[in-house]
């Protein structure tokens, strides 16, 4: 149950993460509102959880050349360290962030935690 659960929850976030990185992006650029502390907290919120997106994409890709890891591959673990460190401090922003109205006050939470949750369950896989 908790297997299939966990699998559920994984394809979730790895489908809406990315709808909403592009969606947020769109809003940025269109947002014609006035830029505030709080907009600009926000928006390195999601910054960071885009970077944690972009650490993702690019291990997978390197465990395609390179064959895969290995069970407990220190470099893997590292990925995982520095994922989870990214995606805590894209949540720490943007939760700061969202108390006040802006373009991605709630695309960065979502994002940022969904990328925790992403990196919490591909660690717990190893």
């Known amino acids: 149950m908790f297997e299939s659960l966990s699998i559920a929850v994984y394809l979730t976030v790895t489908c809406a993460v990315p709808v909403l990185t592009i969606w947020g992006w769109v809003r940025w650029a269109r947002g014609t509102q006035l830029?505030?502390?709080f907009s600009y907290m926000s928006l390195a919120g999601f910054g960071f959880s885009n970077l944690s997106a972009i650490l993702a994409i690019g291990a997978a890709?390197?465990?395609q050349i390179?064959?895969?890891?290995?069970?407990y591959d220190p470099v893997l673990i590292d990925i995982y360290?520095?994922?989870?460190l990214l995606s805590i401090g894209g949540l720490a922003c943007s939760l700061i962030g969202v108390l006040k109205p802006n373009p991605v006050r709630w695309h960065a939470p979502i994002c940022s935690l969904g990328m925790f949750i992403?990196?919490?369950?591909?660690?717990s896989r190893e």
Do not use: C, E, K
């Open 35 to 37: 830029r505030t502390p």
């Open 118 to 123: 992403f990196w919490l369950l591909s660690a």
């Open 81 to 84: 360290g520095i994922g989870l």
């Open 61 to 63: 890709l390197y465990a």
């Open 66 to 71: 390179i064959g895969g890891f290995r069970h």
